[in-house]
């Protein structure tokens, strides 16, 4: 192999991607640390298990309070009787789990009553070919908001 200037490297890219051999952007990975939801499943990942959840920074909670987050979707969060609404909703899970983790339900469990709109955060890394991918379908004016 020869070595080849940035600007070969690109001309090349760009030749055999417009041939469509997409084969060749899958050799360079990304990682990224997202806090929120997740929506497009994706090659590599990791997620904070709701098992055990974190009541701090850095310590794991194995007891039945936990600090949980919901994410509100900004069409419920711009009308008050919703909003009061979801926020009853939510409130609901987190007191029924707490109930269920105090009465030694295993968290693995008392999880499943969680609502999806728990934030999480997750860490996935992809290939160039998968990330390409995943900016179609996400950045796509008809993708969720989410």
Known sequence: ?????????????????????ESVIEHACFTFFIEGHIKEPV??????SNRFLYST??????????????IKPESIEKQEELSGLFD???TRCK??????RGKGVPPE????????????KIAFTMNARE???FFM????????WE
Do not use: N, W
């Not at 920074?57 to 039945?64: A, L, T, W, Y």
């Not at 379908?137 to 969720?144: N, W």
């Open 88 to 90: 009853d909703a939510m």
């Open 109 to 120: 469990d008392a999880r499943f009553v969680l609502p999806i709109a728990t934030q999480t």
């Open 43 to 48: 090659s590599s990942i990791s997620q904070t």
């Open 95 to 100: 007191t029924v789990y707490d109930t269920l």
């Open 57 to 70: 920074e850095h310590e794991v909670c194995r007891s039945s309070q936990i600090r949980v987050i919901f």
């Open 1 to 21: 192999m020869k070595e080849v200037t940035l600007d070969e490297a690109r001309t090349i890219i760009r030749r055999v991607l417009g041939y469509g051999h």
């Open 131 to 133: 990330l390409k991918h």
């Open 137 to 144: 379908m996400r950045c796509c004016l008809r993708a969720q």
